[in-house]
């Protein structure tokens, strides 16, 4: 191959390559073009392998100019390639169409669901963090210390007896854990880590020996504390009315305050309320027991009685997600049934918030 010869031969080749290229119609040909022009058997790599044929003065200028040729037919397949997909493209919007008035398909957002009484226990921080209060939390095994003695509970009583309370066995020196009864111990923990001012919640799981339709060996409470120099019980009662107005969705609730004993708290009152709060008119509720803290609970934590005062409160978080969503056999919530919980459950996006609706 002479070097004139060579010359136009390289030229014609460019012209047919540039001309392939800008005949391909769509995507598939852009790629066969590719091949044929730039792929190990291509029309490039044949001129390349002529290269050890030409004499030495011929090969510099002539593997310059195939490099030449192969940058511009590079160019021009990914020009073509960019136009072709453009067309593509808009074919597909053209083609393709998305109706945004189907509903959206169900999927696992959708399957899961938050149980009632972890649905209750957000409610509950949402109402008192509004309040004021902070989350205290504790651990399920307590000393009997703890759970008892310092809470003024004296050795006869009847909570301290086996049929009521899970018991562990006894340590070398005669002391017992237990399974809390309540979690009033995180309230002593409280008091006994920092001074007042004192506003906080215990909401958690609790233990005693009953089972029956309306109890069960393990359950939830949510306990409050509040300590200061001049809390009192017009304080308290404030507190609970503002939470069962905002808990039932309410803007007004009737309440009822029993005097009670409990040895913790002096006085001591178990609290009614309405049941028009909850669609029943008519009849009255028990929902929580409360009171002012014993003057014996605050100098067994370290506080003097003559210039701390408190209040304290518990309830059911069970018992109270039973009242408002209408459930009737406290069993069925640890049964691990799906479809009782497809029913009763809660969408995992129903957040509850005050601004926004507690219960979706």
Known sequence: MTSVATGADLQGLEQELLASIAAAGDLAAIEQARIAVLGKKGRIAELMQTLGTLPAEQRKGFGQSVNEIKARVSEALEARKASLEGDALSQRL????????????????????????????DECVEIFADMGFAVAEGPDIETDDLNFTKLNIPPEHPARQEHDTFYFRPKEDGSRLVLRTHTSPVQIRTMLAQKPPIRIIAPGRVYRSDSDQTHTPMFHQIEGLVIDETTHMGHLKWVLEEFCKAFFEVDEVKMRFRASHFPFTEPSMEVDIGAEAIGKPGQWLEILGCGMVHPNVLRNCGLDP???QGFAFGMGLDRIAMLKYGLTDLRAFFSGDLRWLRHYGFSVLDVPTLSGGLSG
């Open 94 to 121: 053209v083609n393709e169409r998305a109706d945004v008035t189907l509903p959206v398909r169900p999927g696992a957002v959708a399957d899961g669901r938050i149980h009632p009484v972890s649905q209750v226990y």
């Open 306 to 308: 003559e210039k701390y």
